[in-house]
DNA sequence: CAAAATACGTAATATACGATACAGCGCTCT
DNA sequence: AGAGCGCTGTATCGTATATTACGTATTTTG
């Protein structure tokens, strides 16, 4: 069973003429980045001539260079999408079936961070503390509940926060509401619904701001979005886990109540004094 | 100081036009593969034309596409040779409001699971899986969502899911279709809701199988529950956080989905035929 | 040792890719 | 409301790249 490319190389290897047993070497000594590179390149690298590396991957069964520079990516993705931190974590004493999950999580959670950065975030809680606009929110099948739980805590701290829920009929109708100044926060995920991103269209028409909380494959809103959070959403489970666009929606409910706190927002102290 | 280009792009995508923060976004989604590709793929994959992502390479200060994508190979190298130092942002040595919290995020679910067996998770995952009676869900004030997202998935895969919403009243008198067979999932985190501890004793009276999901600090329902999850909540910011109950409720929508698979449930079967 | 077969590089060719010019459109500002 | 500017996509061009053909060198085999 050969799985990767580089198995393969070292699988055949040995049957190789002289001059593609270089290229394959140099390949191997920096796997896989000089396969990624031009032809002209790589041949300059193993100190051959170009013919002898497309008859190097020729051999390995590629119909041309283009494909197998694909095949090189996709293995490269692969990689990047499970980041290795797995086997920095001690591996799970308890081979239950717990612990992958929460390892994934844990992983999602950092990779999810990792593209986001602070000034990003900083921008978007920016916009949802601009109390001259109103904010909606709005989900789809399994992630509606993040949109009311986000909603839940912006409802307290600002007025006209609104939680778009019930028949797709009332809450198009919303949309006579909703100008520039506005927010529009989505979250979608796979399988994308229709109904979601007609919805975000119109919106975008009208001039809303639209924030969107979406899976690594960005639903097709990313179009009309002002800000994307792209969440990792890949779990050991038949569902995709929400919990990565959960914890960032946290952050922002956190990072909104700090700067409606910094701007002094008498709303805040009412709140406090009631309690 | 920026030292690689995802920081760059990050710095900059605030002052890019639409067209090009929709090429960042999607470069960002899947760093950096998608820039390794053609132009003509780069363009397809971010929805816009390929001139578009040459402005965009140019506006990073490249001076053509060739270069930018050297730039990503080089980056990727050095990552490739150093495996520990794949961290795309810096640790946010600024104390950023960022990092703070996904820190406390991954300890609170670290923790949150290091006090949870498999075996009382195979437990739970048992008992909703058992189909000879309902499942109820229910929720707080802010852990209401969290039920939502349980039920949203649960009453897929299996019928006699129900979750109660709305008035106090309305999900109150519901109590008459609940006993010894059924399963109440109660979400309940501090400030602890008087109406739901009543809802838990008159349920539990009817012999009803409580399982709660709740804090460190125990919501009073524990004494009248069968399962107990308690998740870390503390995180820097002026509110709770649910993440790790969350997660748990992943895990557990997980667990059961496998299960019924395991068991054969055809309605499993119908559901995959559905698609 | 001779003759064939295989391997390899040079040079020419075709293709696909990146780059550019230009026109249409929407947006902002006065 | 109108004029100007900036952004974006279409179509075209030039070029770098992969590919192929062919001749030479090297190894293999009888």
Redesign the interface.
């Known amino acids: 069973m050969i799985s990767s490319i580089a198995e393969l190389i070292s699988d055949r290897i040995g049957t190789m003429p002289a001059g593609e047993r270089r290229a394959a070497q140099t390949l191997i000594a920096?796997y896989p980045?000089i396969g990624?590179?031009t032809v002209a390149e790589f041949s300059a690298a193993a100190g051959v001539s170009s013919p002898t590396i497309l008859r190097f991957v020729a051999r390995l069964g590629f119909q041309n260079y283009p494909e197998f520079q694909s095949a090189l990516?996709d293995e490269?993705?692969a990689q990047?999408q499970s980041?290795?931190s797995r086997t920095l974590n001690p591996p799970s004493p308890?081979g239950?079936?717990?612990?992958p999950?929460?390892e994934a999580?844990?992983d999602n959670?950092?990779e999810t961070?990792?593209?986001?950065?602070?000034?990003?975030?900083?921008?978007i809680?920016a916009k949802l503390a601009d109390r001259r606009g109103k904010t909606f929110l709005i989900g789809g099948?399994?992630t509606?509940?993040?949109a009311?739980?986000m909603a839940?805590?912006l409802a307290i701290i600002q007025p006209n926060v609104f939680h778009l829920a019930g028949q797709e009929s009332v809450w198009r109708d919303r949309l006579i509401d909703m100008g520039k100044r506005d927010v529009l926060v989505i979250f979608d995920i796979r399988r994308y619904q229709d109904s979601l991103v007609r919805f975000a269209e119109t919106a975008h028409q009208r001039g809303v701001q639209i924030v969107l909380f979406t899976d690594?494959?960005?639903s097709?809103i990313?179009?009309f979005a002002r800000h994307?959070i792209?969440g990792r959403t890949a779990?050991?489970?038949?569902?995709d886990?929400?919990?990565a666009l959960?914890?960032v929606a946290?952050?922002l409910?956190?990072?909104v109540?700090?700067q409606l706190?910094a701007d002094g927002a008498k709303r805040i102290r009412e709140l406090e004094s009631l309690r």
């Open positions: 920096n980045l990624l590179k990516q490269l993705a990047l980041p290795a308890n239950g079936a717990v612990s999950m929460l999580t844990l959670l950092r961070f990792r593209h986001l950065s602070d000034k990003q975030l900083a921008d809680v099948r399994f509606d509940p993040l009311r739980y839940a805590h690594q494959w960005l097709p990313a179009r994307v792209a779990v050991p489970s038949a569902w886990s929400s919990a959960f914890v946290e952050t409910i956190g990072g109540t700090r706190e």
